[in-house]
């Protein structure tokens, strides 16, 4: 008889998480950027209104 290997959601997340960074490559210049003018310049500059989307 076999014994089946179970994996428990800690496992199965740090799985994924390991084949989503492997899968995805490096981070690009301009998301760096995107990433540094966020930092930056905070929730000052994120959309509001129609741009933000519906509210739920």
């Known amino acids: 008889m076999k014994a089946t ?3 428990s959601d800690t496992q199965w ?3 994924f998480c390991a084949e ?3 899968l995805g490559g490096p ?3 301009n998301q760096k ?4 003018v966020a ?3 905070g929730k ?3 959309p509001t209104g129609p ?3 519906k509210s739920r």
């Open 20 to 22: 989503a960074k492997k």
């Open 39 to 41: 930092i930056e310049h």
């Open 51 to 53: 741009l933000a989307g």
């Open 27 to 29: 981070t690009s210049a």
């Open 44 to 46: 000052d500059m994120e």
């Open 33 to 36: 950027r995107f990433f540094s």
């Open 5 to 7: 290997n179970q994996k």
């Open 13 to 15: 997340v740090e799985t």
